[in-house]
Structure formats: structure tokens, C-alpha cells
């Protein structure tokens, strides 16, 4: 698949089934790895889940939503029960973390390369026919996430890649208009 292409066709896909090969899941996590990396310090780790280290997690974040204030109306059992099962919604799921370097412009650099990291996986899942779709929000950002994934206190997650087999019709791609975002200066 062309690079222009893919940027233009790959869209986030919610409903996901099915099964991601070891050698398609080792493709992806390799697209990952061909982030640039500004001072080649090799800050990321991949963490694949799958069948009951889907529901593992589940139990974990289900734990640290639970303890939030509810709105009004929703039950806690209700709503720890739908937090449980948000890993569920794809047979693999790819936590893309960074070290956290004590030098917070390399830090900084370093949280960029896993941010290119997940673009990479995410183009990578679309040209080899899988779906997927990037999350993040409280999951990533909990400490006890990241300890369950074992990541170290200080680490970073990027993201969780949701992948899968697409059991959903991409959206359409919406033109972009790249006059409204650019500014040329001479």
C-alpha cells in the first residue's frame, strides 16, 4: 500500500474481531520500532494482551474507574461492569509505552517518538488488513495501569491499540482542508 494512501484510507475501527497472528502482531510492534527517534535513545515497549490479560485488565481498571463519583443515575455495579469489559472490544490489544527520560527535553522527544510509534502501528494494522483504534484517557494515564502492564512508575503510556479484524464498515474519509491549517512564511 502506498504511504499517501494509507494516510488518506486508514480510519478507526470500533468493532473488532477475530485474530491477530504472532507474526502480524511481531509487524506491527516492528512498525512501531521505525519511529524516529531524535537522539536514538530507545525508549519504547510494546505490551500485547490477549485473552484473559484482556479480562485481567479489565478487573484492574474496573477498580480504578469504580472509585470515581458517579453521575447520578448510574448504578456502580452498572457502570464497574462496562469499565471490565472495555478490553474485550478486540482480541489483541498493544500498549505503547516510553521510558521517561530524568532530562525533560529528551522526555519530551522520547513521549513524540511513542506518539509516532502508535501512527506507525496504526498504518502498519490498515495495510495489512486489520483494524484498529487508538485509546487513551484515564486507562493510560492510571498508575495502577501501568504497574499491572509492567511498566515502571515513571514510564508513559502513549496509547492502547485496539486490533482486530474490521466487523465494521470504515468510515468515510473526510476531505481535509489544508488551507485552514497551514501558514506559509517567506
Known amino acids: 500500500m502506498e504511504v499517501l494512501e494509507a494516510l488518506r484510507t486508514r480510519r478507526s475501527i470500533g468493532k473488532l474481531e477475530g485474530d491477530v497472528t504472532d507474526v502480524e502482531l511481531r509487524q506491527l510492534v516492528e512498525a512501531g520500532l521505525w519511529a524516529p527517534n531524535h537522539k536514538l535513545t530507545d525508549p519504547l515497549r510494546f505490551v500485547a494482551l490477549r485473552g484473559a490479560a484482556r479480562e485481567r485488565l479489565g478487573q484492574v481498571w474496573a477498580e480504578v474507574a469504580g472509585a470515581v463519583e458517579l453521575p447520578?443515575?448510574?448504578?456502580?455495579?452498572?457502570?464497574?461492569?462496562?469499565?471490565?469489559?472495555?478490553?474485550?472490544?478486540?482480541?489483541?490489544?498493544?500498549?505503547?509505552?516510553?521510558?521517561?527520560?530524568?532530562?525533560?527535553?529528551?522526555?519530551?522527544?522520547?513521549?513524540?517518538?511513542?506518539?509516532?510509534?502508535?501512527?506507525?502501528?496504526?498504518?502498519?494494522?490498515?495495510?495489512?488488513?486489520?483494524?484498529?483504534?487508538?485509546?487513551?484517557?484515564?486507562?493510560?494515564?492510571?498508575?495502577?495501569?501501568?504497574?499491572?502492564?509492567?511498566?515502571?512508575?515513571?514510564?508513559?503510556?502513549?496509547?492502547?491499540?485496539?486490533v482486530g479484524r474490521p466487523a465494521m464498515v470504515p468510515p468515510t474519509p473526510q476531505p481535509r482542508d489544508v488551507d485552514a491549517h497551514l501558514t506559509i512564511l517567506d
Open 72 to 162: 447520578p443515575g448510574v448504578t456502580r455495579e452498572n457502570f464497574v461492569a462496562k469499565e471490565a469489559r472495555k478490553p474485550l472490544r478486540a482480541p489483541l490489544l498493544l500498549a505503547v509505552g516510553v521510558r521517561t527520560d530524568e532530562d525533560a527535553e529528551v522526555a519530551e522527544e522520547d513521549f513524540a517518538t511513542a506518539a509516532a510509534a502508535v501512527q506507525n502501528v496504526l498504518l502498519a494494522a490498515h495495510a495489512l488488513g486489520l483494524g484498529a483504534i487508538w485509546r487513551t484517557g484515564g486507562m493510560v494515564l492510571a498508575p495502577a495501569i501501568r504497574k499491572h502492564l509492567g511498566f515502571a512508575p515513571t514510564d508513559r503510556i502513549a496509547g492502547i491499540v485496539y
